[in-house]
């Protein structure tokens, strides 16, 4: 198995900060990396596919960068909306075995 | 705009299977460009990929679950299935179907670009 692994687990940030979250493969995935958002309550929605594509309707402040087994996920400039949970999840390996990270919790200082 | 919708038993007995469908609307299942698929949350937790299934009935399944785990596709409904045999506790958790895009014409990696609302089934006797 591909293990994912995100850091910080969670992490507190104010209104306006620039924030980064790490996600790390046990094995290189190429690009081959997504990131998705969920909200309490909420189903997880896509931000970045490919490890640096934007999902159409995502805001520009999100940005997703890296390949091989290192990658980066970039909020510009935080806003009340993006405090959230946040996983990376690989898509290198076959289908039957795709995996996320735990997650990185994002919460308002 | 492509909908997914789960629907099946918020309320499964120990040993017995869990059964859920999802919905689709706003597309076709049968389109080429897509795989479709399960994940679930256990509370609190992180998420955890089932499998998924082609419009030809072509399955890729986490072999963590085992033999337990059957997906399969109708597509004269638009819908997709999951069954989950010999449940206990801890397969308690949300249930989420999601479409799978492929990244490219050709490819065969895919990312999950449209997720249902989830349905929160509960193991229990």
């Known amino acids: 198995d591909i293990q994912m692994t995100q850091s910080p687990s969670s992490l507190s940030a104010s209104v306006g900060d620039r924030v980064t979250i790490t996600c790390r493969a046990s094995?290189?995935?190429?690009?081959?990396l997504n990131w998705y958002q969920q909200k309490p309550g909420k189903a997880p929605k896509l931000l970045i596919y490919?490890?640096?594509s934007l999902q159409s309707g995502v805001p520009s402040r999100f940005s997703g960068s890296g390949s091989g087994t290192d990658f980066t996920l970039t909020i510009s400039s935080l806003l009340p909306e993006d405090f959230a949970t946040y996983y990376c999840?690989?898509?290198?390996?076959?289908?039957?075995?795709?995996?996320f990270g735990q997650g990185t919790k994002l919460e308002i200082k | 705009q492509l909908q997914l919708q789960e629907s099946g038993p918020g309320l499964v007995k120990p040993s017995e299977t869990l059964s859920l469908t999802c919905t689709v609307s706003?597309?076709?299942?049968?389109?080429?460009?897509?795989?479709w698929g399960w994940i679930r949350q256990p509370p609190g937790k992180g998420l955890e990929w089932i499998g998924g299934?082609?419009?030809?009935?072509?399955?890729y399944n986490n072999p963590s679950l085992k033999s337990r785990v059957t997906i399969s596709v109708d597509t004269s409904k638009n819908q997709f299935s999951l069954r989950l045999s010999s449940v206990t506790a801890a397969d308690t958790a949300v249930y989420y179907c999601?479409?799978?895009?492929?990244?490219?014409?050709?490819?065969?990696?895919?990312?999950?670009?449209?997720w249902g609302k989830g349905t929160t089934v509960t193991v229990s006797s």
């Open positions: 706003g597309g076709s299942i049968s389109s080429s460009s897509y795989y």
């Open positions: 999840q690989q898509s290198y390996s076959s289908l039957s075995m795709y995996t």
């Open positions: 299934i082609y419009y030809t009935g072509n399955t």
């Open positions: 490919a490890a640096s």
């Open positions: 094995q290189s995935i190429d690009s081959y």
């Open positions: 999601a479409s799978l895009q492929t990244y490219a014409s050709g490819s065969y990696k895919y990312y999950m670009d449209v």
